[in-house]
Nanobody, 124 residues
């Protein structure tokens, strides 16, 4: 089993920055990919950024390219999402998710483990 705990959400004005962190515990050795998803009201959960635990893969959705950076700290079992130049449309609940299978996935059903989520609110 794997447990994921997100932190770092909050409220910020447009143009500001936030850093989300995902702390993983349990059988983390089995994980192949860690992803950040977000869900805005009335919309489906979407993959924002994904990283391979071997640092051999990364993905960013088009709307956040050049503004967000996903990184991992293996010593601390942490995956971070640095979010810069935030926009009101980035406001959402952000979730950390982990995948044990080989091959990346961009859909929620591809991930077995989820955190509780952390709210990000960007005001104009």
């Amino acid at each position: 089993q794997v447990q994921l705990v997100e932190s770092g959400g909050g409220s910020v004005q447009a143009g500001g920055s936030l850093r989300l962190s995902c702390a993983a515990s349990g059988s983390t050795y089995s994980l192949k990919f860690i992803a950040w998803f977000r869900q805005r009201p009335g919309m489906e959960r979407e993959a924002v950024a994904v990283i391979g635990t071997g640092n051999d893969y990364s993905y960013y959705t088009d709307s956040i390219k050049g503004r967000f950076t996903i990184s991992q700290d293996n010593a601390e079992n942490m995956v971070n999402l640095q979010m810069n130049s935030l926009r009101p449309e980035d406001s959402a609940m952000y979730y950390c998710a982990a995948r044990r299978n080989f091959g990346h996935s961009l859909v929620p059903s591809g991930y077995s483990y989820w955190g509780q989520g952390t709210q990000v609110t960007v005001s104009s």
